[in-house]
């Protein structure tokens, strides 16, 4: 794969305090790439190295295969777009989209060209003459993605564009922004705390924790096989059941449950005896008819139940800890009656108790 972006060693101190240790990550040409994780994680930082807003403490930074590691961000050919619009409230959106070209001294016709094809993709042609003041929050940011837009870059850097907005108006710029992302074919780094915008936008999510990547991989990876306990704690929502338990003879035991771990994928050979904790995810819990298909059944007492529209999430108790299920929304449950759920041991994930590294 050709690299558009790559990272190698890179570190950054400030004092005594460790942000980024020995962080290594290579993005391919055209590729959409989330940065994922909580606050503090590590993901604005590294994203404002690649920009050259921040002095890296050693490491490389190449960008179409140029050290770019101590270049000037107008030298790194990038576009950025900020979790603030940072807009000149005094200039028209136009003046807005403009202003770096005229600075940069291109022709005008050549800003004009490119204002009309970023005012086009995005949507904002009816409003080039307005100002800031007189927009939405949604059509400010779409300004703020114009103005990476027209510079005409390879590389565009997303730092948090949209959580500054409504949930309604979120979903539909997510939409918008992998829309862009299919018609230009740029390769873009983006920022979020978001799991769903990460899902839903990503080519590859790197999961960030304490200015290291936890795991790199596609987003059906990540859901599907997380290579440690953060990770699968962090993707889901409502987050995966965990039990603590141990491994012995081939099966997993938790209080006086056991589930045979036929058909568990270990990660390298088969399953070994010590203690572990297993993992299952609310909508991998079978109900209805299909449950006796399942290879373990249990019975439990409806405790809450939390409607959400489209699903049913039911709090109950599997062998003294705390379990929920996704039902369907229209499934007919009430508090205190019992509940037959099924679980397949191959749709779960099980970790090592000590390193919490998946087995």
């Known amino acids: 794969m050709n690299n558009s972006v790559e990272i190698k060693n890179l570190d950054l101190h400030f004092g005594a305090v460790k942000v980024l240790q020995n962080l290594n990550l290579e993005i391919g040409k055209g590729e959409f790439l989330v940065l994922l994780g909580s606050s503090g994680c590590g993901k604005s930082t590294l994203l404002n190295c690649i920009a050259g807003l921040l002095d890296v403490t050693a490491g490389q930074i190449h960008i179409n295969d140029t050290n770019v590691t101590w270049s000037e961000p107008s030298e790194r050919g990038i576009g950025m777009v900020f979790q603030s619009y940072a807009l000149y409230p005094q200039m028209t959106v136009e003046g807005n989209l403009s202003f770096g070209l005229k600075n940069a001294k291109l022709p005008k016709a050549e800003i004009a060209k490119r204002v009309k094809r970023a005012s086009e993709i995005l949507q904002i042609e009816p409003l080039l003459k307005r100002k800031p003041a007189a927009l939405s929050g949604g059509q400010r940011q779409r300004v703020a993605i114009g103005r990476a837009l027209v510079r005409d870059v390879d590389v ?32 873009m780094i983006y920022v979020t705390h978001d799991q769903i915008e990460a899902m839903t936008l990503a080519d590859r999510i790197a999961i960030m924790r304490g200015g290291q990547i936890m795991q790199l991989g596609s987003p059906d990876d990540i859901y599907g096989r997380p290579l440690n306990r953060y990770v699968a704690d ?36 088969g399953p070994v005896d010590g203690a572990a904790t297993l993992g299952i995810r609310p909508e991998h819990v079978v109900t209805g008819e299909l449950v006796e ?37 229209q499934a007919q449950v009430s508090v205190g009656e019992k509940l037959r759920i099924g679980i397949d041991p191959a749709r779960a994930s099980l970790f090592d108790a000590a390193t919490e590294v998946r087995l």
Do not use: W
Request: aromatic residues 8%.
């Open 293 to 329: 298909n399942e290879p373990i059944r249990i019975d439990v007492d409806v405790e809450l139940i939390e409607p959400t529209g489209s699903d049913k999430l039911i709090d109950c108790e599997v062998a003294g800890h705390p379990f929920r299920v996704r039902m369907d929304g």
């Open 156 to 187: 565009f850097l997303f730092d948090e564009p949209l959580s500054n907005l409504d949930a309604k108006l979120r979903a539909e710029l997510r939409v918008e922004i992998k829309r862009l992302h299919q018609k230009l074919e740029n390769t």
């Open 234 to 269: 962090f993707i889901g929502s409502p987050s995966m059941n965990f039990f603590d338990g141990a491994i012995t003879n081939g099966a997993f035991t938790v209080g006086d449950l056991t589930i045979p771990l036929t058909g568990y994928d270990f990660v390298s050979g």
